[in-house]
């Protein structure tokens, strides 16, 4: 149904009927919105290569993202004093929690109604916007945005139908993060090896009881924890060339693992899980069993580093582990952006989204109060002026550098597509649901299926 949607949308966007953010109008560049004229794309590139930011008249400028609480305080402070910069922009916000959120921004961006500038998912640039249709070529207003601030791979991995559709904000991996008050309880450090990984779920539930566990998973950090373990001992990458480089025999040597370390006491069952609260809806954060240390392990992405320390009632504990080699082929695991600022099609005045987007990332005054709340700033002059006002957090910083010296891998974007990663209803949910809940009759049973999703996945793009 959403597919057919989506289509049904797209051929209506096809005829041209585009409408501006928060107003009529279609123009996508300074100059065709001073005219009243709406322009095509090769015009609005042509028009935009000299963007002048227009300081005087009162023009209103839609954004949108998600995240916790802290990370909506700093986007709101630096709205705000990009505002006092530009007495005659007014900054509109909208944001929230991830849960639904991409739900929502697809339906937008299919309907033409999204926001000026969007915080986006490196994957929504090949999934929603393959043509370039949705999302503005930045590189046209380079004389506003500093892309010499930003690694040329960040900015390639951005590049989609030869259009830098976003500015990478951060790079970011998955890495473990253990709560050492739980283990020292158990009498044993933290895990560095696969052997002590699992020697500790046994530990756990012999000197501290069924409930306790070394470390929780759910469904997608399932399936990316089951990558890094074939990356590593396989030394190949997941995809490449938009093609799945695993056998479904090897695929069910990958849940042979996962199953593995559910048989060990090293992770609860999804069913265990869900009767904990923890589902769709409700991450590993939210919950009492992490709150309280009975759950004592997160393979999670850097940048949530202090969002799950500051969910603890005790996090004096909370630490950034080591990358787990689990085999001697490759490290595995992989970095990707984790982040992007974009600006729509749809805005009538990208000149002034794009001044927004540097005062961000690049200026001192907007980096300053952004900090390390989106990941460790990509921009070189972000960064510089994080560290220096001390707003990088120490906790984040160890685990990206740790991540980010350790991985191999690149992620393909395809990996994080709606058909795959929809909890409920995505492959990944299902296989790794449908394994935990014993529903399949073997593990290679379960790996034809995420062989076969992923596959149409890749085919779709």
């Given at each position: 149904m959403k597919k057919a949607i989506a289509l049904a949308l797209a051929g209506a966007m096809s005829v041209g009927l585009l409408a501006g953010c928060g107003g009529a109008g279609s123009s996508s560049?300074?100059?065709?919105?001073?005219?009243?004229?709406?322009?095509?794309?090769?015009?609005?590139?042509?028009?935009?290569?000299?963007a002048t930011v227009n300081t005087t008249d009162p023009i209103t400028l839609t954004?949108?993202?998600?995240?916790?609480?802290?990370?909506?305080?700093?986007?709101?402070?630096?709205?705000?004093?990009?505002?006092?910069?530009?007495?005659?922009?007014t900054v509109e916000t909208s944001y929230g929690a991830w849960s639904g959120w991409e739900d929502k921004k697809s339906a937008q961006l299919y309907s033409n109604s999204a926001e000026d500038v969007m915080q986006v998912n490196w994957n929504w640039l090949s999934q929603y916007s393959p043509d370039g249709s949705k999302f503005v070529d930045l590189n046209q207003y380079s004389n506003i945005i500093d892309l010499t601030q930003f690694s040329d791979s960040s900015l390639e991995a951005c590049t989609v139908a030869g259009e830098l559709q976003a500015?990478?904000?951060?790079?970011?991996?998955?890495i473990f993060y253990w709560n050492t008050k739980t283990?020292?309880?158990?009498?044993?450090?933290y895990p560095k090896t696969l052997?002590?990984?699992l020697a500790a779920g046994k530990t756990f539930q012999e000197k501290l009881g069924d409930d306790y566990y070394p470390l929780a998973l759910g469904e997608y950090d399932r399936m990316i924890l089951m990558v890094y373990y074939l990356e590593s001992v396989y030394g190949k990458p997941w995809v490449e060339n938009n093609e799945l480089q695993y056998t479904a025999e090897e695929v069910t040597a990958g849940l042979d693992f996962i199953e593995t370390l559910e048989e060990n006491h090293v992770i609860p069952t999804i069913p265990q899980m869900n009767g904990k609260g923890i589902d769709a809806n409700n991450s590993i954060d939210k919950s009492q069993v992490w709150i309280d240390g009975i759950y004592a392990g997160i393979f999670e992405w850097d940048s949530s580093a202090s969002k799950y320390r500051s969910a603890l009632a005790d996090n004096s504990g909370f630490v950034v582990g080591d990358e787990i080699k689990f085999g001697d082929k490759a490290n595995g695991g992989f970095s990707k952006v984790s982040m992007g600022l974009a600006i729509t099609e749809t805005c009538q005045h990208p000149a002034e989204a794009a001044a927004l987007i540097n005062f961000l990332l690049n200026e001192d005054a907007g980096a300053t109060i952004m900090g390390s709340e989106c990941g460790i700033p990509n921009s070189a002059s972000g960064l510089a002026a994080a560290e220096a006002s001390g707003k990088v957090d120490?906790?984040?910083n160890e685990a990206n550098s740790k991540v980010l010296a350790f991985v191999d891998f690149q992620l393909d974007p395809t990996f994080e597509s709606t058909d795959l990663k929809a909890n409920p209803g995505g492959t990944y949910a299902d296989v790794f649901g449908g394994l935990s809940y014993d529903e399949y009759g073997s593990t290679a049973e379960a790996a034809e299926d995420l062989v076969a999703g992923v596959q149409d996945a890749l085919a779709s793009n």
């Open positions: 560049t300074a100059s065709s919105a001073a005219s009243g004229e709406s322009s095509s794309t090769a015009e609005a590139t042509t028009e935009s290569a000299n954004m949108s993202w998600w995240g916790g609480d802290s990370r909506h305080e700093a986007y709101q402070e630096a709205v705000a004093a990009f505002s006092q910069k530009f007495p005659n922009i500015i990478p904000v951060s790079m970011t991996g998955r283990f020292e309880a158990a009498g044993i450090e052997d002590e990984l120490e906790l984040v």
